[in-house]
């Protein structure tokens, strides 16, 4: 899991609880900590306001060798949530996926990250494929703007 570590430019999501609705040029920088886990920064910007956001959390490897973890955010006193990593090389792409009852309901995230702020239309193509053999319906994921003039 420790593959995971550094910089990932989140290129879609589907999900409006952690950040805001319209959060855009959102990276997540992963650090390995001395305890075996990782610390999550989680930064993004609402670009219709030019408000930056953000969330400081852990990854827990509660079983890394299934491609799943456990998201913590220490500061929100709200239980946390076991994650999946349905597919990734570690390289280029990864995507993540959590579904768990909160209360009444369920809550469902999905995110698509790269190591690249760009992404080409070979990157989006083989993410649309691990998608649809996940029957995960694209069109409800969000994509997010990393444009390098709007997120400085």
């Given at each position: 899991?420790?593959s995971y570590m550094?910089?990932?430019?989140?290129?879609?999501?589907?999900?409006y609880a952690s950040?805001?609705?319209?959060?855009?040029?959102?990276?997540?920088?992963?650090?390995?900590?001395?305890?075996?886990?990782?610390?999550?920064?989680?930064?993004?910007?609402?670009?219709?306001?030019?408000?930056?956001?953000?969330?400081?959390?852990?990854?827990?490897?509660?079983?890394?060798?299934?491609?799943?973890?456990?998201?913590?955010?220490?500061?929100?006193?709200?239980?946390?949530?076991?994650?999946?990593?349905?597919?990734?090389?570690?390289?280029?792409?990864?995507?993540?996926?959590?579904?768990?009852?909160?209360?009444?309901?369920?809550?469902?995230?999905?995110?698509?990250?790269?190591?690249?702020?760009?992404?080409?239309?070979?990157?989006?193509?083989?993410?649309?494929?691990?998608?649809?053999?996940?029957?995960?319906?694209?069109?409800?994921?969000?994509?997010?703007?990393?444009?390098?003039?709007?997120?400085?």
């Amino acid at each position: 899991m420790f593959s995971y570590m550094g910089l990932w430019f989140i290129q879609g999501r589907y999900d409006y609880a952690s950040t805001p609705e319209l959060a855009d040029c959102m990276t997540s920088v992963y650090r390995k900590t001395s305890w075996g886990h990782a610390d999550i920064t989680e930064r993004s910007k609402i670009l219709t306001t030019n408000t930056p956001h953000q969330i400081n959390s852990l990854m827990i490897f509660d079983n890394p060798t299934r491609g799943h973890y456990t998201y913590e955010i220490p500061s929100d006193n709200v239980a946390d949530w076991p994650v999946n990593i349905l597919s990734t090389d570690y390289i280029s792409y990864s995507i993540e996926w959590s579904c768990f009852p909160n209360g009444t309901s369920v809550d469902t995230y999905i995110w698509v990250l790269s190591r690249l702020r760009y992404v080409d239309n070979l990157f989006n193509a083989r993410i649309s494929k691990i998608l649809r053999s996940h029957n995960i319906d694209e069109s409800s994921i969000r994509k997010i703007n990393q444009n390098q003039a709007l997120c400085s």
